[in-house]
């Protein structure tokens, strides 16, 4: 089945240790999404590659980096974790632009800052 | 900007009762709607989806139909089942700013008790 993979589905960092989350997908689309996601609340774009455009949303700190070597595969990099970074991270793709195509959700990793 | 106001949960239900869960938008132009379901532990699902004014989507049951004149997409299921208890989101999408932008509600949590 065509999807989204996330890998670890939960990870474990210390304060202040890099950390890099990896996402892979076997949809061949073309865009690909970071949300953040704390406790009971509503995913938060981080930012998006179209292609190998990279678009950073204006209130994503400058903590966190993405690389997308290749279609398949984006990875979110966290410089030095702080405790309030720990949340679920949720990365998805889209074919396009264009609103009237959804986005398609992988399983999350769950970060812990200890 | 966008924005999505759905009703605040929990939401606790008996097996077989009606499902209703609210959702109003704001949005500059023409957006797309969804529905996604996250059950614990896991990413997004895309429950169903509605591109244009008058649109009904249905999946598995649910169904939530575009209403323009109201700004509203709420979420109906005639029977909800134990299996149904999950966080719901209704959400927008636009590509006006050139991506596809998808503005996510709070999330509704939904308990169906036997």
């Known amino acids: 089945d065509a999807m989204v993979i996330q890998n670890p589905r939960y990870q474990v960092t210390q304060f202040g240790k890099p950390v890099t989350l990896s996402c892979s997908q076997t949809?061949?689309?073309?865009?690909m999404y970071w949300y953040q996601q704390k406790s009971s609340q509503a995913p938060k774009l981080l930012f998006h590659?179209?292609?190998?455009?990279?678009?950073n949303e204006a209130d994503t700190p400058d903590n966190f980096q993405s690389r997308r070597p290749n279609t398949s595969f984006c990875f979110l990099d966290i410089r030095s974790p702080g405790l309030g970074d720990a949340a679920m991270y949720l990365c998805a793709t889209s074919r396009e632009t264009s609103g009237r195509y959804e986005q398609f959700f992988g399983p999350g990793t769950r970060l812990t800052v200890l | 900007g966008n924005s999505v106001t759905q009703m605040e949960g929990p939401v606790t239900l008996s097996e077989e009762a009606f499902l209703t869960i609210n959702c109003t938008y704001t949005?500059?132009?023409?957006?797309?709607l969804f529905w996604y379901v996250q059950y614990p532990g896991e990413g997004l699902q895309l429950l169903l989806k509605?591109?244009?004014?008058?649109d009904k989507g249905s999946n598995k049951g649910f169904e939530a139909t575009y209403r323009k004149e109201t700004t509203s997409f709420h979420l109906e299921k005639g029977s909800v089942q134990v299996s149904d208890s999950a966080v719901y989101f209704c959400a927008l999408s636009d590509s006006s700013g050139g991506y596809q932008k998808v503005t996510f509600g709070i999330g509704t949590k939904l308990q169906v008790i036997p």
């Open positions: 949005a500059t132009g023409y957006p797309s």
């Open positions: 590659y179209y292609d190998k455009d990279f678009n």
């Open positions: 509605a591109t244009k004014a008058d």
């Open positions: 949809l061949n689309h073309n865009v």
